[in-house]
C-alpha cells in the first residue's frame, strides 16, 4: 500500500546572514495512515523548515515530495493552498484564536474557509463533534480570554481536526504549556491516529516523543532514528515504565523501523 507522505531526498538551503546555509541535506521521511512520528533536534537544525516543507508553506530545492503517492514537490500556490487546508491540519506552540470569537465559532471558521459550502446546521454539528473529540464540547461557547492555556491549545487542535484532515503537522504544541497540560494536549493529537491521521510532532520533550510510534532526530539535514539517553531515573511516565521493564527500543530496532 503507499505511504501517506514520502519525502526523498529532500534539500533546502537558507539565505544566512553571511553566507547560504544548507537546513535539509538529503531528507528521507515516510509516515504511513494512522502513524505517528516525533522530530526531535537542537535549536537551529530545521525541524520547523522540514515541517513547513511538509505543510506546503514552502518548498523544497531538490528531492521529492508524494502524498499519497502523488508527486507534490512542484505543485503551483493555488493548488497548494487547496491541498493544503483540505488534508493538512496545523497546531503551533501559539494557539493562534481570534479572541472576539467563541471556541465553536473559532473551530466552525475552518469549515467556512475554502471548505465548500455546508449548511449550517451540519455545519454546527461537525464543530462540536470536533470539540467533543478533545475533550471541551462543554466550553463551545466560551471565548478565548475564559479558557485556560491547555483549553485554547485543545480549541486549536479541534479547529485543525474540524476538516478530517489526513495528517496533522504539530510544531512544538505543548511549548507554552505546563506539563501535566502538555500530557493531555498530546495525548489528544495522538488520539486522532486512531482515526487514520497520520502525526507529525516536532518537540524538545522526550516524554512526548516517546508517546508516538517513531522517534526521529534532525541533524545535519538529515532524519536519524533517536534513542532516549536519558538515564532511567531521569524518565519519567511511560518511557519510565518502558526503561524500566527493558522494552526501550534500542537505535538497531529503530532503524529498522525508520525507513
Ligand atoms: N526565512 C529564513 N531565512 C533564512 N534563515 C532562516 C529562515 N528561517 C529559518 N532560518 C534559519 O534556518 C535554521 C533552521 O531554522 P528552524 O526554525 O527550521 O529550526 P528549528 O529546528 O525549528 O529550531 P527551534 O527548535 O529553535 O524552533 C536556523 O538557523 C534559522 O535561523
Redesign the pocket.
Known amino acids: 500500500m503507499t505511504a501517506l507522505l514520502e519525502l526523498h531526498g529532500i534539500t533546502k538551503t537558507?539565505?544566512?546572514?553571511k553566507a547560504p546555509?544548507t537546513?535539509l541535506d538529503g531528507t528521507d521521511l515516510t509516515v504511513d495512515r494512522g502513524e505517528s512520528v516525533a522530530i526531535l533536534?537542537?535549536?537551529?537544525?530545521?525541524?520547523?523548515?522540514?515541517?513547513?516543507l511538509i505543510g506546503l508553506f514552502d518548498r523544497p530545492d531538490g528531492g521529492q515530495y508524494l502524498l499519497d503517492g502523488r508527486d507534490i514537490t512542484r505543485l503551483p500556490e493555488r493548488k497548494a493552498a487547496a491541498l493544503r487546508s483540505a488534508e493538512f491540519g496545523f497546531v503551533f506552540q501559539r494557539f493562534f484564536l481570534l479572541k472576539h470569537l467563541t471556541a465553536a465559532q473559532n473551530v466552525a471558521m475552518a469549515l467556512v474557509n475554502g471548505q465548500g459550502w455546508l449548511p449550517r446546521r451540519k455545519r454546527r454539528a461537525r464543530t462540536l463533534e470536533a470539540l467533543d473529540r478533545v475533550g471541551i464540547a462543554h466550553l463551545a461557547k466560551h471565548r478565548p480570554a475564559r479558557l485556560s492555556g491547555g483549553e485554547q491549545q485543545r480549541v486549536a487542535i479541534a479547529r485543525a481536526l474540524v476538516r478530517e484532515p489526513r495528517l496533522l503537522l504539530a510544531?512544538?504544541p505543548t511549548g507554552a504549556l505546563d506539563t501535566e497540560t502538555g500530557n493531555l494536549v498530546i495525548e489528544v493529537m495522538r488520539s486522532a491516529t486512531e482515526r487514520g491521521c497520520g502525526l507529525i510532532l516536532?518537540t524538545?520533550d522526550w516524554d512526548h516523543a516517546n508517546k508516538m510510534q517513531r522517534v526521529l532526530r534532525?541533524s545535519d539535514g538529515a532524519l536519524h532514528p533517536a534513542t532516549d539517553t536519558r538515564s532511567v531515573a531521569s524518565v519519567s511516565g511511560p518511557a519510565r515504565h518502558r526503561a524500566a521493564m527493558g522494552m526501550d527500543r534500542t537505535d538497531a530496532e529503530r532503524s529498522e523501523v525508520a525507513r
Open positions: 537558507l539565505k544566512g546572514q546555509r537546513i533536534g537542537r535549536s537551529g537544525s530545521g525541524k520547523s523548515t522540514l515541517l513547513s510544531d512544538e516536532v524538545h534532525l
